[in-house]
């Protein structure tokens, strides 16, 4: 009996216990998993943190405050707030290219922060009596027809990509001009901020029709060049 007993003890104390080697194994691999999820998470996080995508989520937060300020009247607040928000576009573009923080969220993003404000702006001061109900229903069409011509060409060819023409963006211009002269005439009906506003508006409607138009042409175009077997044809 006693040498049995001898004989067992050793097995049992030599080396690592039984019981500890599945645990260190799943500590090991605790270890190894909680730092890559820890990356993952950092990662997405850092999507929403650029720089970029704060300046357009800046535009964004700003609308309903520009908002206020027309409806109340505040026409000098709300031009430098459209100033601010016009210089947020321009500078997120910027910074994308130069920081190299292009993400799919900013191509996203940048675009509907863009017509959110401006077809906001539209519609309120349509709702003041400051810009023609033709010139709002004419932004409002074209938007409407580019949101429905876009998702009839992604169930037509599964393609997501609709970047805009040099006439879209024109009249992206042309609007930011529209609303900036509008919001100046009520400050100084000078004469050449009233012909300001008057080209501005014109040139909204004719880049609007135009812009429309060509979207309209492209769409059909890759619609047409889509088969039934989902293959461009060559």
């Not at 010139?135 to 060409?153: E, K, N, Q, S």
Request: with cysteine; net charge positive; hydrophobic share 50%.
């Amino acid at each position: 009996m006693g040498a049995l007993v001898l004989h067992a003890v050793p097995s049992l104390t030599d080396g690592e216990p039984l019981r500890e080697r599945p645990f260190s194994s799943f500590t090991g691999q605790r270890r190894l998993i909680e730092p890559a999820m820890k990356d993952l998470a950092s990662e997405q996080l850092n999507r929403y943190r650029t720089t970029p995508n704060l300046l357009t989520l800046l535009r964004i937060c700003m609308a309903p405050f520009l908002v206020a300020a027309i409806l109340e009247h505040r026409y000098a607040i709300s031009l430098g707030l459209f100033v601010c928000a016009g210089l947020t576009d321009a500078l997120d573009g910027l910074l994308a290219r130069l920081l190299k923080q292009r993400t799919m969220l900013g191509q996203y993003l940048d675009p509907v922060a863009d017509k959110l404000l401006l077809s906001t702006l539209f519609v309120v001061l349509m709702i003041q009596g400051l810009i023609p109900m033709r010139v709002t229903v004419l932004v409002f069409g074209r938007d409407v027809g580019i949101l429905v011509v876009a998702a009839l060409l992604y169930a037509a060819t599964g393609r997501r990509e609709f970047n805009p023409s040099i006439f879209g963006k024109a009249n992206t211009l042309a609007q930011l001009a529209a609303v900036a002269a509008v919001l100046l005439h009520q400050l100084t009906p000078v004469h050449w901020v009233v012909v300001f506003r008057m080209v501005a508006l014109d040139a909204t409607i004719g880049l609007t029709i135009a812009s429309g138009l060509h979207y309209a042409w492209v769409a059909a175009r890759r619609v047409g060049s889509q088969p039934a077997n989902g293959h461009p044809n060559k």
